[in-house]
């Protein structure tokens, strides 16, 4: 399925930012030239690691992609992914891709009912998951979602023990009948391969899920970014906490990995003097972590002018609260844009925090005027200064982006999806606000969501959702959720209460409310207020980013 315009697509490809070679093509030709080269590294919880050579994922990609072939998976079908981060997780992508699929990447923290509002609007045909990883009900409840899919065929896991019903991946290397290697290998896309969407995400928005579809030539476009503006080769290895199928993990480590044929260091974060560990382990030369996390993690790797060590490229979240730590060699930061884009720009102590290029971003050194990996723009917009944004900053406009590495069509299959905005030129509209930078006329500074979405590490939250579900709590008389500034982790959930009268609220209270009903990990707030009233504008809408303090008990 090719959504991009023909038109566009050539000159992408005229400028040499799109080609005609799909991700999983790129792998198997890395595997060829090099197929004894470590090519992940797991590192594990308890400080050992699994080191898997191109051949040998090479072979488990094969495997796999027969097995959806075999079982009669047509091209377009599409297979939804929900996998902790691991080797599993990159074979199942490259996998459905080789096969011809399109794989609809689950957020791993999401649980039944998230997947219920999303997963309709796809119609996958397959289910994947794993029980290892931290998550021993994945396949069970991946099962019980299928019974509510009418449109599922195949629920499958890896791991040692699945539940009945369930397809064992692991067993394909015993039952090679259920599984033609070559199968996945021969087939062909109409057109050009790589112009054919790869994979489907969702996107938070006040209406529910919306979809996001993009090709391989997207993605591909998206790695070439930062691995331009972090200046890595094949020799770069790369240490990644972020999950291989989440935006910041496609773009900024795996892609970039495929793009070298390097070697990608997975680690399941859990402690940042084990991350460190492993990246002094492996001799990374690159380490991505969120840029709350950037100072003390320079400290612990060594010092800033020692070439030794590795460079940094720090997720930094719109708004968030600035931190130090930007100073090392080869830092870049990449400003997280929502579900639909990661900017990758290579720090500089001049520029004003946060702030990003107004027009074209990322041109070719060898191009700069006739390439660019992105444009942004900025949407005039109406609204209440005191509705939106940080406190005592004015609303401009909405940011606007397009370009070889953003989304250019809504996935046409998604029936029921919330709708995706872009403008008569072709801008994506993202629903984020944004203001001119007042140091330079020539950036902007990407601020705080125009709806009630807020986002913490990148997930994005539906407030007025939770904040319904905080209210059915028995002691509760009001509450909102909101998104604050936290030095390391960028931004921290929020739950701000007004207890009914003669009635207390902790927050283990509110947690044990919310786990009871199901609700994903990442909605959980982790901090809690006591409030004398939930602060609202004159319409009714809760002022989510102002007066917070002021409606402090």
Same mark, same amino acid.
């Given at each position: ?291 709350? =996390?950037?100072? !003390?993690? #320079?400290? +612990?790797?060594?010092? @800033? &002018?020692? %070439?030794?060590?590795?460079?940094? $490229? ?113 801008? =994506?509209?993202? !629903?984020? #606000?944004? +203001?001119?930078?007042? @140091? &330079?006329? %020539?950036?902007?500074?990407?601020? $705080? ?105």
């Amino acid at each position: 399925m090719i959504l991009t315009k023909p038109e566009t697509a050539e000159a992408y490809i005229a400028n040499g930012l799109w080609g005609r070679v799909t991700l999983d093509a790129v792998f198997r030709r890395n595997a060829q030239a090099h197929p004894d080269r470590a090519a992940l590294i797991e590192a594990g919880a308890t400080g050992g690691f699994r080191n898997i050579s191109y051949a040998e994922i090479d072979r488990r990609i094969n495997l796999l992609s027969g097995f959806f072939c075999t079982v009669g998976l047509k091209p377009d079908t599409v297979v939804a992914v929900q996998m902790p981060v691991g080797a599993e997780a990159v074979i199942a992508l490259l996998a459905g891709l080789r096969a011809g699929l399109i794989v609809a990447v689950v957020p791993e923290l999401w649980r039944r009912s998230e997947m219920a509002a999303a997963l309709p609007a796809v119609a996958p045909k397959a289910l994947v998951t794993a029980t290892r990883g931290g998550d021993a009900g994945a396949a069970e409840r991946m099962r019980d979602i299928a019974a509510d899919l009418f449109s599922v065929r195949f629920v499958c896991a890896f791991g040692d023990e699945v539940p009945d019903g369930v397809v064992q991946l692991d067993a394909l290397d015993s039952d090679i009948e259920t599984a033609d290697a070559a199968a996945g290998a021969a087939v062909v896309r109409a057109g050009n391969s790589a112009d054919h969407v790869a994979t489907l995400s969702f996107a938070e928005t006040p209406d529910g899920p919306a979809v996001l579809a993009r090709s391989h030539n997207q993605w591909i476009a998206t790695g070439m970014m930062h691995l331009v503006e972090a200046r890595m080769d094949q020799n770069t290895r790369v240490l990644s906490p972020y999950h291989p199928l989440g935006l910041i993990g496609m773009s900024a480590a795996l892609v970039p990995w495929l793009l070298t044929g390097g070697t990608l260091v997975l680690d399941r974060f859990t402690a940042l003097d084990r991350l460190v560990g492993a990246a002094k382990a492996h001799t990374v030369g690159r380490v991505l972590l969120p840029a709350g =996390l950037a100072a !003390a993690a #320079s400290h +612990r790797l060594g010092g @800033v &002018d020692d %070439a030794a060590q590795p460079a940094l $490229s720090l997720v930094r979240e719109p708004n968030a609260a600035e931190t130090g730590g930007h100073d090392r060699s080869g830092t870049v930061i990449i400003t997280r844009i929502g579900d639909i884009a990661a900017i990758p720009q290579a720090a500089e102590v001049d520029r004003e925090p946060g702030a990003l290029p107004l027009g074209s971003i990322g041109a070719r050194p060898d191009d700069a005027e006739a390439a660019c990996f992105l444009e942004t723009r900025l949407h005039a917009i109406a609204r209440r200064a005191d509705s939106f944004g940080a406190p005592d900053a004015v609303v401009t406009a909405e940011l606007g982006l397009r370009g070889p590495t953003i989304p250019d069509a809504g996935y046409p299959d998604a029936a029921g999806s919330a709708p995706l905005d872009w403008d008569e030129q072709g801008f =994506l509209r993202t !629903a984020m #606000s944004a +203001r001119p930078s007042a @140091v &330079d006329t %020539a950036r902007f500074c990407p601020g $705080s969501p125009l709806s009630d979405i807020v986002s913490v590490g990148g997930m994005a939250v539906a407030a007025e959702e939770l904040d319904a579900l905080c209210c059915a709590h028995s002691a509760v008389a009001d509450a909102a959720v909101v998104a604050l500034g936290d030095g390391r982790l960028g931004m921290r959930l929020c739950a701000l209460v007004v207890p009914k009268a003669g009635e207390t609220v902790t927050l283990d209270d509110l947690a044990a409310h919310l786990q009871s009903v199901d609700v994903a990990p990442h909605k959980i707030p982790v901090e809690l207020r006591t409030v004398i009233r939930i602060p609202r504008g004159d319409d009714g809408r809760i002022l989510r980013f102002t007066e917070i303090d002021r409606a402090a008990a």
